[in-house]
Each structure stands twice: as structure tokens, then as C-alpha cells.
């Protein structure tokens, strides 16, 4: 995977394919920030991720649980890693209510993604992937630009 791009992703299949494509780089401690408004993709990115991660099942939303542990499964480019989908919306910026989420153990083995945790989610690890996505006005086409960021400090 290279560190850092740049893709036009004109339908939903587009932006699941990225999310595999990242996927081939991830590994267990892996800690992935998506950032962007509503509806800019990022669950289906997130269900590209588990797609290339092997995992099995459905991947949607958290939402209303906050966080959802998928356990692995059977992966072509390496071993086998969980993923554990995140959504910090409704934590609303609160440090110590991720801290009640300890991340910080299921990074120890997992991939962990974090929707709307830009800001927050960062300091559980020195060094993150960040993918900012975005959404055409009136229109389906959604951008994403993903790079590795290296904080230096973790948690």
C-alpha cells in the first residue's frame, strides 16, 4: 500500500474497493481515523477494510453500540486480524468516554477503525492512517485522500 493518495470514487463499489486495497496493508495494532461529513462513505469504506481483512458478516454503522468488535477470518495476504469498527459521533469530542472504550487493549490485536475520531482518536497510538473523505454537492461522487501520520506519543 503506498503511504500516502488521492482517488475519485464515483460509486459506493469504488469506495468498498479502496477500503480492500488499504486493507493489504493493515495489520493487528493498526489504528485507521476517518474523517469526513455524513454520507461521504466512510461505513463503506469501513466495509472494504473488513472485506480485505477477511472478516465475515455484516458491517454496518455503529452507531448506537459506539464500537463493534468482527472477529477474523480467513485472509489471502496474511494472517488473520479482527476489526473493531468505531463510531465516536456520539461521544462528541468527550476524551474520557474513548478512554472508557479501551481501545488501547483491542489495538494490541486488531485493526481498530474510528469514524468520526479525528481529534480524538489519535492519541491511542503514534502513528495512524488518516483518511479524509468527502462528498460531492448533489451528487454521489465522493473523494478520499489517505496517508500515514506519525504522532511521535501514544496514550
Known amino acids: 500500500m ?12 469504488d469506495t468498498e474497493a479502496l477500503g480492500r486495497e488499504l486493507a493489504a496493508g493493515l495489520r493487528a495494532g493498526d489504528l485507521v ?11 463503506a469504506l469501513t466495509r472494504g477494510i473488513a472485506s480485505g481483512l477477511g472478516v465475515g458478516g455484516r458491517v454496518s454503522s455503529p452507531t ?3 464500537a463493534r468488535r468482527h472477529p477474523a477470518g480467513e485472509r489471502a495476504d496474511g494472517p488473520p486480524v479482527p476489526l473493531v469498527h468505531v463510531d465516536a459521533y456520539r461521544l462528541g469530542g468527550s476524551l474520557d468516554e474513548l478512554d472508557a472504550l479501551d ?3 483491542e489495538l494490541d490485536d486488531a485493526v481498530v477503525v474510528v469514524e468520526w475520531g479525528s481529534g480524538m482518536a489519535e492519541r491511542l497510538t503514534g502513528r495512524h492512517l488518516l483518511v479524509r473523505m468527502s462528498r460531492e454537492p448533489e451528487s454521489e461522487v465522493r ?12 496514550h
Request: no cysteine.
Open 103 to 105: 481501545l488501547d487493549t
Open 64 to 66: 448506537f453500540v459506539i
Open 143 to 154: 473523494t478520499a485522500s489517505w496517508e500515514w501520520v506519525h504522532t511521535g506519543a501514544a
Open 2 to 13: 503506498v503511504d500516502r493518495g488521492e482517488r475519485l470514487l464515483p460509486e459506493v463499489t
Open 33 to 43: 481515523v476517518l474523517d469526513g461529513p455524513l454520507g461521504a462513505g466512510k461505513t
